[in-house]
């Protein structure tokens, strides 16, 4: 059996449990091929992006496509993959999961949206998997929202999903039931809300993350850990090499800086949104949806 699995994981969350599917995959004998997006230059060219996946994903029985939840969203260069992807042909048949990490806060309309976009790619969204991460917005908040996770219990559950998954496509794959519905997991007011307030709506005023000249000590490793490559050289100094309006606000750059030479907006308010990292969870945390077969 042939598993593929496509990520985008700013914070390195989302690839961390991928790994968890990748080996729990091959524990059961199957091979598992593995394409983590970021970082790719590819992701800002259509074209490019389209040739990428179709040369390095390979053939599947079962494709999975991961990424993490921004501001009640699936990530927006998540969305830009899946509709990248091959279509189902021979070699690759139309069975998908999505799975997405999220800061325990909500899930919201994340799931929901990539199944939708899988099954406009002409893929069966068999089940989706949620899984609580560290919420990297929380690092300098008086409490750090899930800081081990994904850890154990992500686990546990990736490893139910894994056994569920194979039962499936052994049994009959062409009667497995597409459960694209289940995925509507938020109430209908939450997800009219975030039909007219996108992640772009709700990010773009605070898309003004900037270098301040005079801290920075040009140790590079915002350059390291910026997901989109922002950060670069240009005649020999550490500056921003894209515009502003290409960030997602992951912070990587503003956690990573040990110099606080790095201004970012959006955290003042990501302290407001989450109470100081006092936000009230979702429980589970961690789930198959639907919970049941």
Not at 24 to 30: C, I, L, R, V, Y
Not at 125 to 146: E, F, V
Not at 234 to 243: L, N
Not at 253 to 258: A, G, S
Request: with cysteine.
């Amino acid at each position: 059996m042939n598993v593929s699995i496509v990520l985008f994981s700013p914070s390195g969350h989302t690839r961390k449990a991928a790994l968890m599917f990748q080996e729990e995959f091959e524990k059961q004998k199957a091979a598992v091929n593995l394409l983590d997006m970021t970082k790719n230059e590819a992701l800002f060219n259509t074209e490019e992006l389209k040739n990428h996946l179709e040369e390095k994903l390979g053939d599947w029985d079962l494709l999975l496509v991961g990424g993490p939840l921004y501001a009640g969203h699936i990530e927006s260069y998540v969305v830009k993959i899946i509709q990248a992807l091959p279509g189902p042909q021979a070699g690759r048949k139309n069975l998908a999961l999505p799975f997405v990490t999220y800061g325990g806060v909500h899930t919201s309309v994340a799931l929901q949206e990539m199944g939708r976009f899988l099954k406009k790619k002409g893929y069966k969204n068999i089940m989706g998997i949620k899984l609580a991460a560290k919420h990297t917005l929380t690092q300098t908040l008086s409490r750090i929202i899930y800081p081990e996770r994904p850890g154990p219990e992500e686990e546990a559950v990736i490893r139910e999903g894994v056994h569920r998954c194979l039962a499936l496509l052994l049994e009959n794959p062409s009667k497995i039931k597409d459960r694209s519905r289940a995925l509507k997991c938020p109430s209908l007011k939450k997800r009219i809300f975030f039909k007219k307030f996108t992640q772009e709506k709700l990010h773009r005023d605070f898309k003004k993350v900037s270098i301040i000249e005079d801290k920075c000590i040009q140790c590079r490793k915002c350059i390291k850990a910026c997901p989109l490559n922002i950060f670069g050289l240009k005649d020999g100094r550490v500056a921003m090499i894209k515009s502003q309006s290409t960030c997602i606000l992951c912070a990587e750059c503003f956690h990573n800086c040990p110099a606080g030479a790095i201004d970012h907006p959006y955290i003042e308010m990501a302290k407001k949104r989450l109470k100081d990292g006092h936000a009230p969870l979702e429980m589970p945390p961690s789930a198959i949806i639907p919970a049941a077969p």
